[in-house]
T-cell receptor
Framework: NAGVTQTPKFQVLKTGQSMTLQCAQD?????MSWYRQDPGMGLRLIHY???????DQGEVPNGYNVSRSTTEDFPLRLLSAAPSQTSVYFC???????????FGSGTRLTVV | AQSVTQPDIHITVSEGASLELRCNYS??????LFWYVQSPGQGLQLLLK????DTLVQGIKGFEAEFKRSQSSFNLRKPSVHWSDAAEYFC???????????WGAGTKLIIKP
C-alpha cells in the first residue's frame, strides 16, 4: 500500500547509544520531514528535506542527523541518545508545496 | 514569528452534539491553514486545508472549518459528533517558503455516550 513507512515502531535505547530511525515513502514525494511529538507540545520539526540531496534544520535539530540520498528514503540518526530524546517520532511527506503531508504511524522511542 | 494557539487542551462533548474546536494563528499575511486528526497510537491524517477563496472549507468525515481573517481564527466544526471522532486534533499554519508547518499543541476530544 502506498504511504509512509516507519521502522521500528518501538525502541528502547540506553543513554549514549546511537541508532537510525527509518522512513520510506513510495509516493514520489519531494518534501519529507521529521517531527517529534511530546505531550502538550504538539509537533516540533527536527529536520526536513525538499528533495534528494537537500536537507535543512528545523526547530529542534540538536542531537539528530539526516540525509536524503534518494527520493524515497529519509533516515533520522540519533548520534548519542539522551533521556530528553524520549518521544514519539513521526516522518511525513508531501508531493509539493501545500498539498498536505502524509504521516507515518510513528516510532515510540524510550531512552533510559 | 508565526504561532498557532489551540486554547482548549481537552473538550468533552456528548455523542450527537455539535462540536467546535478553536484555533488562532499569528501571521502577517494570509497563511495556509490545516486541521489534522490523530487517533490513539496512530499518525496524523489531514482533515481539511484552506489556501484562499471561500472561507468555509469542507473536509473529510463531515468536518468543516471557517477562516476568519479579522479574528485570526480557523475553527473546526462538526454538526453531530460520533464516538469514532474521539481523537486529538491539531491545527497547523504554513507560512514558510520551504513548505513547513507550525503546529498547535492539540485539543483532545472526548466523547460522552
Amino acid at each position: 500500500n502506498a504511504g509512509v513507512t516507519q521502522t521500528p515502531k518501538f525502541q528502547v535505547l540506553k543513554t549514549g547509544q546511537s541508532m537510525t530511525l527509518q522512513c520510506a515513502q513510495d509516493m514520489n514525494h519531494e518534501y519529507m520531514s521529521w517531527y517529534r511529538q511530546d505531550p502538550g507540545m504538539g509537533l516540533r520539526l527536527i529536520h526536513y528535506s525538499v528533495g534528494a540531496g537537500i536537507t535543512d534544520q528545523g526547530e529542534v535539530p540538536n542531537g539528530y542527523n539526516v540525509s536524503r540520498s534518494t527520493t524515497e528514503d529519509f533516515p533520522l540518526r540519533l548520534l548519542s541518545a539522551a533521556p530528553s530524546q524520549t518521544s514519539v517520532y513521526f516522518c511525513a511527506s508531501s508531493f509539493q508545496g501545500w498539498d498536505g503531508y502524509t504521516f507515518g504511524s510513528g516510532t515510540r522511542l524510550t531512552v533510559v | 514569528a508565526q504561532s498557532v494557539t489551540q486554547p482548549d487542551i481537552h473538550i468533552t462533548v456528548s455523542e450527537g452534539a455539535s462540536l467546535e474546536l478553536r484555533c488562532n494563528y499569528s501571521y502577517g499575511a494570509t497563511p495556509y491553514l490545516f486541521w489534522y486528526v490523530q487517533s490513539p497510537g496512530q499518525g496524523l491524517q489531514l482533515l481539511l486545508k484552506y489556501f484562499s477563496g471561500d472561507t468555509l472549507v469542507q473536509g473529510i468525515k463531515g468536518f468543516e472549518a471557517e477562516f476568519k481573517r479579522s479574528q485570526s481564527s480557523f475553527n473546526l466544526r462538526k454538526p453531530s459528533v460520533h464516538w469514532s471522532d474521539a481523537a486529538e486534533y491539531f491545527c497547523a499554519v504554513g507560512a514558510d517558503s520551504n513548505y513547513q508547518l507550525i503546529w498547535g499543541a492539540g485539543t483532545k476530544l472526548i466523547i460522552k455516550p
